[in-house]
């Protein structure tokens, strides 16, 4: 199966399709904790490390008040509270999609940028949801005493996802908070963290894209940088801004060099403890066919894109997306292929089986090594086969997805919760209405484009003339069937997607419509292959959390999990490094943004927004703009504040330089390093360029004005 | 094997790689002949059918004037004599990679044009090669007999090129002009090809790019077009102007709709006879493999290309091959993928193989089917290793290839002519020690850049722990080991290769460069991968050849060969054609490139040189630019002259539509077409854009003013 990183995690939710997470992740780290290293959870933060390497007392009031502060953008993103009067901030990238969804043919807010003078001028997003984490409980002891030890497969999962509905169903009864059960340490442990929902969340400010995403996807992942990759949104309940409980006090002064200096954000997969067969697959198989599939999606969409502007405003989220995706795939495959890291992988592994040798207590332990194994290869199999008809690569588009879930909604709703596929429980049925009647434009003529693309990649992994192909081009080819089916199907009228989601599966069937029939007709494939990366998921679970306890009782229990899209903390300390031999400084300025500019001839993605160019003389151009700290972060950290020992917000994450691409499978501070906004940046752009005081002085005075 | 066929026959001169060409291309068409299909023998022209549906009659004169007149650019296009004095036009996609060596950091010919106002002015081009084809020579007897028909595998192969080796070598020494031995009708005929051969090339004038190429890869293969794609060179011997003895007279009037059309040019390869099987193959694997690769290649330029100008420039002429290769090969797949154009052809195969039961007389016929299914089976399990080694896609750049060049140089020299490689062989010497002394310029910093993604694309393919791997790897990642080798070997300088290649074997082995050491690890596997291609190859051929003797007793001697870089006669008609209900009209004129340039807010590639704004009011709006005719080409033709029937330069070929992309494969006029630039066009952009009035009047005088 192939992972999207960042393209899963930062924008899956338009996609309507479930955001299945490889049964793969998750762990331990393999080998002593290096300086900084860790995504630690809420429940067990790293109070000693803080203690005895920073002299930083961690006290329960500071933790809950940053927990309390900070927001997870369910499309895939993190973001804080920064005003008393429910404002927020989060990356212009975690908030392009909505930014996106808002505009039409006359209005390219995600280009042009926005900004609401007053309240009622705030724009009310399409489809975005918002989570605040209120309470962690442990649940490992009832999710466990639920599946019998002796269940496998199956009977495995069927048990576990029975016990969980159960868990999440009856929170939300008792506590109405969005309750997920999150599985921590490759099912070590089960914790419910219960969130605050909020969906109704309105645009307040943008930048234009070419400064967020100044440099573009060229300087994407380098650094120095200068990008202004923050937006604005308030969210609102009963038609009011909400008053949060806690929000981040802003820092004038903002991230200083040498400074400790935490991160609360929500990190969206890790995979540091795989197993040496699971790691070569992902890097044998894995990631070179992830990569060709998306550069074979971003040619397509940036030559698309150059046939005209509408083409490219149409594709250009889309086309971000996959390019984000292709540098951090191409990043971590570089790192996998680098037979420095990946020997130290397979030392530390052939390291601890040695330890292990001699532990009866845990001799359940390497034959769990051999058990993952035998898993991997079963499910390796099938994985490429699942991602394209499960995971419906070969049915790109929103067209697609829609039709799927207007199917497997009408089959699954009427079954037990506990038995239904993962996303049509009831815990997560207001998520996955609010896709489904998404009012986010479709655009026929990109998913005609789209849907083609994909039909022939189908083609070309089964060979035109095997049944499943013709099965699914009816006669045609590629080109001709995705026209025909983009066209005929009705899946993108809002009021016949409401009339078969509340009509049931007899109304869904009635319909006859063709994308559904599609839909339908592969879905006995995709179901079954989905059971089988299932199965070998759970059986990789069972025995990942046996090597986890082993590993617990070996090296002590100040072991933080894999990131799973929950809220963690990081820190680290604001510091440069060094690169082929040039120093490469903490911080950058204004004055640096207007030579790259520059030194690019003013050229896209290097150009200068309008507003930029001709407010350039009222800038301080020695304030900060970007700067960098060694704290451990990964995709969804995006939006993730940074802030100080004071629990102040010093500046805003939103990317990682190169080395840290390695970061999905080890930490390391040599040259890794995570890239943020600067927080004094953000005053002086808002001031001096945007000129919307307003908005500043709501940062500075935490209300507004 | 994978065949970038634009890429490969418009530019591979500076790759220092073999040309190996599939050793399945060639054949017949399948069906009875379409109306316009052919790329027709200069030594067996359509007279009948020009005759009967034109009322035209083709005679010797014109015919020997045509062929005399046309000019084969070895690098990979074509082009004419436009002048008595010497003057070639071509496109300027086939000029560019001499654009481009001719530039520097101060120049950039590619994108800013060139202009040589006398003869002293012009620049001598870096390592160009035309021939002009002075006499066709049937010896497929004598080639014949000297390969016995017991022979099998390597002994045919081996006879095959001695006895090649030796006809070449013999007319080289009688008559000075170039010899090749080309096989046609997939082996049923060998035809000696005499050339006459300059290398004293010089550019007299290029436009810019922006108009050449204008619409760029988003418009390339897409109609209507607006592109000045020429350039002028003049061939030297002796330090004066050529005068050749035929050249075209100009047509002021130029291409008019509804005329009858030739193109006289060097179409590369066409696939149209290949056996169901082979088919299969290059649809589910050649293509999507080859597609693969581009891709990967083009999103590696593109996004070097964006971090500086530089950069671009550097990158530039590889991307421009790539891009045009992704495109063509995207084209042909989706033909391919079309069930109602590949389900012709097997119900063609199948049909013609129903009538062969009866006949006795070609009993050989239907077994060669099963012999070249088994022969393509074969190769088709060493195609794409064959590719990664032989084909040195796993080594992208000039290096490697320069590396390759002097190891087996120093093999192969010492060998008896017939024995060696073929471009080794006495025949091709000068042509190999030009690209192999060329002063191209190349730039470590590319080369480490595409060293390392086709490295990375090995490890792909055999996965990191692969002995052949960790031979070329030496323990370092792809990264690592490209910069080593491109920042250690010696062979970018001049004088180092000049001292191995002079000092053969022991002076290479002794000077112990890395990167041939490299090339050397690999050898006896690139090689061992080559017998088995080539041997499938030859027992293809063999087979194809018995067909193809059937298939002319069947369906008479009216017959073209597949194309094979030779000159070839194709003809049609000036003529629009329909799409999605639309009239697409045969010419577009001046008034529509502003209109064009204007909808896309004249962006990059769509921007006009500052030169064509200027001049916008001198230019008559109404003249045509570029013209559409149904006549038969592919990747080669690129530069072919369009004549009218008296045998007057109306246009110049360029490209062809995007349904043309199936012509690799068969013939079809509903919509597909060849696009040209159209004669009066040419006249009103050098005199009234370019105000090179010297130059028109050389163009209508037919000799220098």
């Known amino acids: 199966m192939i992972r999207f990183l960042n393209f899963f995690f930062e924008r899956p939710a338009a996609r309507g399709i479930a955001l299945v997470i490889a049964g793969v992740s998750a762990g331990l780290p393999a080998s002593p904790l290096r300086a900084d290293e860790g995504m630690w959870l809420y429940s067990a933060p790293p109070r000693a490390a803080l203690q005895a390497k920073y002299g930083f007392t961690l006290t329960d009031a500071w933790l809950d008040h940053l927990m309390k502060a900070s927001v997870r953008f369910n499309s895939g993103g993190s973001g804080s509270w920064v005003s008393g009067d429910g404002l927020i901030i989060t990356n212009h990238h975690v908030g392009a999609d909505e930014l996106q969804k808002l505009g039409d043919e006359q209005h390219n807010y995600l280009r042009d940028g926005f900004y609401a003078a007053n309240l009622a001028e705030e724009r009310k997003c399409v489809d975005l949801e918002l989570n605040v984490l209120q309470t962690i409980e442990d649940v490992t002891a009832r999710v466990n005493a639920a599946v019998p030890t002796s269940a496998e497969g199956e009977t495995a999962v069927l048990a576990r996802r029975k016990i969980t509905a159960e868990i999440e169903k009856e929170s939300l009864a008792q506590t109405g908070l969005r309750s997920d059960v999150v599985t921590l340490y490759q099912g070590g442990a089960y914790h419910l963290y219960r969130f605050k929902k909020y969906t109704d969340i309105r645009l307040v400010f943008a930048p234009e894209q070419a400064i967020a995403f100044f440099g573009g996807d060229p300087d994407n992942f380098e650094y120095p940088r200068y990008d202004l990759d923050i937006c604005f949104f308030r969210a609102y309940e009963n038609g009011q801004p909400v008053r949060p409980a806690h929000f981040l006090t802003w820092s004038t002064v903002g991230a200083q060099e040498g400074q400790l200096t935490f991160v609360s954000g929500h990190p969206g997969s890790t995979r540091r403890l795989l197993t040496v067969p699971e790691l070569r697959h992902i890097r044998d198989h894995q990631l070179p066919e992830g990569l060709a599939e998306l550069k074979r999606r971003e040619v397509l969409l940036v030559n698309w894109s150059a046939r005209s502007s509408e083409n490219a405003r149409r594709a250009k989220e889309d086309l971000f997306g996959i390019q984000n995706s292709r540098k951090l795939l191409d990043g971590e495959l570089a790192a996998l292929q680098d037979p420095a890291f990946f020997g130290a992988k397979v030392t530390a592994e052939s390291e601890f089986k040695k330890r292990l040798t001699n532990r009866a207590d845990h001799s359940g332990a390497l034959p769990a090594f051999v058990q993952i194994e035998e898993a991997q290869q079963a499910s390796a199999v099938s994985a490429r086969e699942y991602h394209l008809l499960e995971g419906a690569a070969a049915f790109n588009g929103d067209s697609f997805a829609l039709a799927r879930t207007l199917l497997r909604a009408g089959e699954e709703r009427p079954k037990a919760n506990g038995e239904r596929l993962r996303e049509y429980t009831d815990a997560r049925r207001e998520s996955f209405e609010q896709r489904l009647f998404s009012d986010k434009p479709i655009y026929a003529d990109l998913e005609i484009l789209t849907l083609a693309d994909s039909l022939a990649a189908l083609v070309d992994f089964y060979g035109a003339d095997h049944p499943a192909v013709q099965r699914v081009l009816a006669g045609k080819s590629p080109r001709g069937r995705a026209a025909e089916l983009i066209t005929t199907t009705q899946v993108r009228t809002m009021a016949f997607r409401r009339q078969l989601y509340e009509g049931g599966a007899a109304v869904v069937a009635a319909a006859k419509d063709p994308l559904i029939a599609l839909a339908q007709a592969i879905d006995p494939d995709a179901r079954a292959l989905r059971k089988i990366v299932e199965n070998a998921g759970e059986t990789k679970k069972k025995a990942h959390a046996i090597i986890g306890k082993a590993r617990f009782a070996l090296d002590g229990p100040n072991q933080y999990p894999d990131a799973t899209f929950t809220l963690r903390l990081s820190y680290g300390v604001v510091k440069g490094y060094s690169e082929n031999g040039q120093n490469i400084p903490a911080m950058t300025t204004f004055a640096g943004l207007f030579m790259r500019s520059a030194q690019q001839e003013n ?43 004071k629990g102040e917000f010093t500046g805003i994450i939103f990317d990682g330089n190169l080395p840290s691409l390695s970061a999905d499978f080890g930490y390391e501070d040599h040259q890794s390093r995570a890239v943020s906004v600067h927080s004094a940046g953000i005053i002086e752009a808002l001031r001096n360029v945007y000129q919307v005081e307003a908005l500043a002085q709501e940062l500075l005075q935490g209300k507004r004005p």
């Open 603 to 645: 050229k896209d993605p290097f150009g200068l927004p309008e507003r930029w160019r001709n407010r350039q003389r009222a800038i301080t151009l020695t304030t900060p703009l970007n700067f960098v700290c060694t704290a451990d972060i990964i995709g969804g950290n995006s939006g993730s504040p940074t802030v100080n020992q």
